[in-house]
T-cell receptor, first 107, second 112 residues
Framework: GQSLEQPSEVTAVEGAIVQINCTYQ??????LSWYQQHDGGAPTFLSY????GLEETGRFSSFLSRSDSYGYLLLQELQMKDSASYFC????????FGQGTELSVKP | DGGITQSPKYLFRKEGQNVTLSCEQN?????MYWYRQDPGQGLRLIYY???????QKGDIAEGYSVSREKKESFPLTVTSAQKNPTAFYLC???????????FGPGTRLTVT
């Protein structure tokens, strides 16, 4: 079977750094994606890691360790608008999504 | 502007009725997808299509049907056989079969 684990909720303050972890068990793994979804809205693509290491895109970075079946999304200089749900998703020819982490950014 | 449109945003139906959800894209993408999202849950794949006139079942296809007669359109029918149809339905597309998918605004279906 395939499964992904990520924390259900994370709270942080504006300006801080937060890390959202994702562990996965899957067959046919090509890479790990991250998506952001604001309440009731459309998910939007943030990043993709096919190889081990850190990928940086502005304030957001994503990390993958294939040997540990583990990845994380790092959000720096948090802003109120970053309050949203964040989903990791395994790519193996189709996307398998985790249950999402609801991030609340407090002033 | 290129994008994906889904209509309507909210849909209400009585139990036992079939209902069709619309999804249109003008991104010239070959692949299209339907996902279901339940409260506090991730997205689950219902059906996907990589090319016109072809589609494959996803993880939870039972009680759903699709068609792909045009590249731009991928309607989803929720049939009366679907036991728990009330959910948020999201359509997506991608350039080829791709991890980077573009999502529509979703249709929230309520069946009573």
């Amino acid at each position: 079977g395939q499964s992904l684990e990520q924390p259900s909720e994370v709270t942080a303050v504006e300006g801080a750094i937060v890390q959202i972890n994702c562990t996965y068990q899957t067959s046919g793994f090509y890479g790990l994606s991250w998506y952001q979804q604001h309440d009731g809205g459309a998910p939007t693509f943030l990043s993709y890691n096919a190889l081990d290491g850190l990928e940086e895109t502005g304030r957001f970075s994503s990390f993958l360790s294939r040997s540990d079946s583990y990845g994380y999304l790092l959000l720096q200089e948090l802003q109120m608008k970053d309050s949203a749900s964040y989903f990791c998703a395994v790519w193996g020819g189709k996307l398998i999504f985790g249950q999402g982490t609801e991030l609340s950014v407090k002033p | 502007d290129g994008g994906i449109t889904q209509s309507p945003k909210y849909l209400f139906r009585k139990e036992g009725q079939n209902v069709t959800l619309s999804c249109e894209q003008n991104l010239n993408h070959d692949a299209m997808y339907w996902y279901r999202q339940d409260p506090g849950q991730g997205l689950r794949l219902i059906y996907y299509s990589q090319i016109v006139n072809d589609f494959q079942k996803g993880d939870i296809a039972e009680g759903y049907s699709v068609s792909r007669e045009k590249k731009e359109s991928f309607p989803l029918t929720v049939t009366s056989a679907q036991k728990n149809p009330t959910a948020f339905y999201l359509c997506a597309s991608s350039a080829g079969t791709n991890y980077e998918q573009y999502f529509g605004p979703g249709t929230r279906l309520t069946v009573t």
